[in-house]
C-alpha cells in the first residue's frame, strides 16, 4: 500500500494548494494521504473533499512546533478531529507566536541590511497564517539575497544564521495532550534530523513513550540509517510512521509518496489505518 502521513499545503510551507496536493498524490499513486500542516488545520476541509472524489484514503493531521530541551522539534498528530477546541486553541496561540517571530526575523534582517522582508515573507505565505521561515527564504531567493532555500537557511534563518530568532514553542506534553484529546495519534517528526545526542534521543523517546506517544517517524529527507530508528521503535515500543515531508516539487527532494522501505518486521502506524480516521 503506498502511504503518505506527513505532507504540506499552502496553508503552511508547503507551495501546492490541498486540492492540488492531493491531485499530486493521485497521480503519484498515493493510497492513503495526511496533511499535517505546521500548527494548522485549515487545509483540511479542501483536502479531505478533494481526496474524496480522488478516492484516496484522506487522515487528517497537523505537525506541531514544540521546544523539548531548549531544542526545536516537530510531533505529527494523525487522525486529528481538528473541530477540538483544545487542540484548535493551542495552535491558535502557536501561530500568534509565529507572527510575532516573523517581525522579529524582519527587524534581524533589516539590521543585515534588507529591508521590507516580513511584507515580502506575508506576500508569499498568502493567506496562510503560519507564516515561517520558509516564507522568508523564498523572499530571500526572489530578491537575490540567497541562491537557494539551502543557502537563505545557512546564511539567514538557520540556528547559525544572522536572522536566527530563539523561539519557544509550544510543550511536548501540551502537544501530546491537545492531539490525545482531539482523539489522534502521536507520532515524533523525523527524529534523526535534530542532530541529538544518543543520550537525549533516549531522553526524549522515554518521555515520548511516557506520555503515550504512538510512533516514530520515518521521512523522506532522513539523513541517517533508518536502522537505529527501527530499533528505538522496537525498543520502545513504538510503531513506524512514514511520509515524504513534501512541500515543493524540487530535484533531489522527496515527491508525494516517497518514502524509505520499511522493513517486513517493523510495525506499522497504518497497519489499521481505518483507526487514523477521526470517529465522526
Ligand atoms: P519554522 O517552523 O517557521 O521555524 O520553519 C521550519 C521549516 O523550515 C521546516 O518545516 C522546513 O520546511 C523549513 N526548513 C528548515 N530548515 C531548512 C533548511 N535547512 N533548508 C530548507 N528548508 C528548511
Ligand atoms: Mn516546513
Ligand atoms: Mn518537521
Ligand atoms: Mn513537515
Known amino acids: 500500500m503506498r502511504i503518505d502521513l506527513h505532507t ?9 494548494t490541498p486540492a492540488a496536493l492531493v491531485e499530486r498524490a493521485s497521480a503519484n499513486r498515493v493510497e492513503v494521504l495526511a496533511l499535517t500542516d505546521h500548527d494548522e488545520t485549515g487545509g483540511l476541509a479542501e483536502a479531505t473533499g478533494a481526496a474524496c472524489e480522488a478516492r484516496i484514503a484522506f487522515v487528517p493531521g497537523v505537525e506541531v512546533s ?14 486529528i478531529n481538528a473541530t477540538n477546541a483544545a487542540l484548535a486553541e493551542g495552535l491558535a496561540g502557536i501561530r500568534l507566536s509565529r507572527g510575532l517571530r516573523a517581525v522579529q526575523i524582519a527587524e534581524q534582517l533589516a539590521a543585515a541590511g534588507i529591508p521590507d522582508s516580513l511584507a515580502g515573507a506575508s506576500r508569499l505565505a498568502g493567506h496562510a497564517a503560519a507564516i515561517g521561515r520558509a516564507h522568508f527564504a523564498r523572499f530571500l531567493v526572489e530578491q537575490g539575497f540567497a541562491a537557494d532555500t539551502q543557502s537563505a537557511f545557512k546564511k539567514y534563518l ?10 519557544r514553542w509550544a510543550s511536548l506534553g501540551h502537544a501530546v495532550a491537545w492531539i490525545h484529546g482531539a482523539g489522534g495519534r502521536v507520532v515524533l517528526a523525523h527524529p534523526d534530523r535534530y542532530g541529538l545526542t544518543p543520550v537525549q534521543m533516549h531522553a526524549l523517546f522515554d518521555e515520548f513513550k511516557e506520555l503515550g506517544g504512538s510512533a516514530l517517524e520515518l521521512s523522506g529527507g532522513s539523513r541517517a540509517n533508518p536502522v537505529a530508528l527501527l530499533r528505538s521503535a522496537k525498543h520502545f515500543g513504538f510503531s513506524l510512521s512514514a511520509g515524504s515531508d513534501f512541500h515543493a516539487a524540487v530535484k533531489g527532494v522527496a515527491d508525494v509518496g516517497e518514502i524509505p522501505p520499511i522493513p517486513d518486521c517493523a510495525s ?10 477521526p470517529a465522526a
Open 66 to 79: 514544540i521546544t523539548w530541551a531548549g531544542l526545536t522539534l516537530h510531533v505529527v498528530g494523525l487522525g
Open 8 to 16: 504540506h499545503s499552502s496553508y503552511s510551507d508547503g507551495v501546492l
Open 158 to 167: 538557520g540556528r547559525a544564521g544572522c536572522a536566527y530568532v530563539t523561539h
Open 268 to 277: 506499522r502506524l497504518w497497519q489499521d489505518w481505518e483507526a487514523l480516521r
